[in-house]
């Protein structure tokens, strides 16, 4: 590995001086021949970059589901367990997983094991709250490999245990540096408005569930389809 020494003007190029550029690792690249900025996933988020993370993961989250169903069945349907553009459990899963592993970071393969059973009593117990006050059912594991009551199976929480280590290392750093581009005031003021947006959604959903074809009785009709 080739050591490189940086000069005051090189550091300025690299929006890092004064001051940081020594806190950051890098090494260079024989192939590319050029020196590489690891990005550095050892963060102290403050709690308006959590509050943005919490509506980045939950918007993200929505549009992954949402995705599925149009490339799968062709048609748009809400997925959301409410009516807005958002998945909170994909929110309070990826802040979680950041808050819970902070301080054990460097043990990737520790942070995955224990990403998978937190995501899985995550969604188990969010599905039987979802159940006990609504009544309503938002995903049936039935059938899979290794589920619990159709709540959870293994291919899901497997699924989510990468996700938690694609946003503790990837995704996180990533939204961070361009969120620091963006002055506090317009980050707080687009924080305070996802707040209230969220909360009005969240108490209507409370008396107005978002429910119908393909959201709450998605797994009835696929029942009924392979019955027949």
């Known amino acids: 590995m080739t050591e490189k020494v940086y000069t005051i003007d090189e550091l300025r190029a690299l929006e890092e001086y004064p001051g940081t550029a020594y806190e950051q690792k890098y090494h260079f690249s024989r192939f590319s021949g050029k020196v590489i900025k690891h990005r550095d996933y050892h963060r102290d988020y403050s709690f308006l970059i959590y ?29 959301g367990t409410m009516h807005g553009p958002w998945l ?6 990826g802040v979680g ?41 938002y995903w049936d594991y039935n059938g899979y490999f290794l589920n619990i009551n159709g709540r959870i199976c293994f291919e899901g929480i497997v699924v989510f245990g990468f996700a938690c280590i694609l946003v503790i290392y990837i995704l996180s750093p990533f939204l961070d540096n361009i969120y620091e581009h963006i ?7 687009v924080a305070v408005i996802l707040c209230v947006g969220f909360a009005a959604d969240f108490f209507y959903s409370l008396k107005v569930p978002n429910e119908g074809k393909g959201i709450t009785d998605y797994c009835v009709d696929m029942i009924r389809y392979v019955s027949i």
């Open 97 to 137: 997983a950041l808050l819970l592993f902070k301080k054990r970071v460097d043990n990737q393969v520790g942070v995955f094991v224990g990403s998978v059973f937190i995501c899985a009593a995550a969604e188990y117990v969010t599905s039987v709250l979802i159940e006990k006050i609504q009544g309503l059912k």
């Open 183 to 189: 002055p506090k005031k317009v980050l707080a003021a």
């Open 51 to 79: 509050v943005l993370l919490f509506f980045s993961f939950s918007i993200g989250g929505w549009i992954w589901e949402v995705g599925i169903h149009v490339i799968e069945d062709g048609v748009f349907i809400n997925r």
């Open 88 to 93: 909170p459990i994909y929110g309070f899963g």
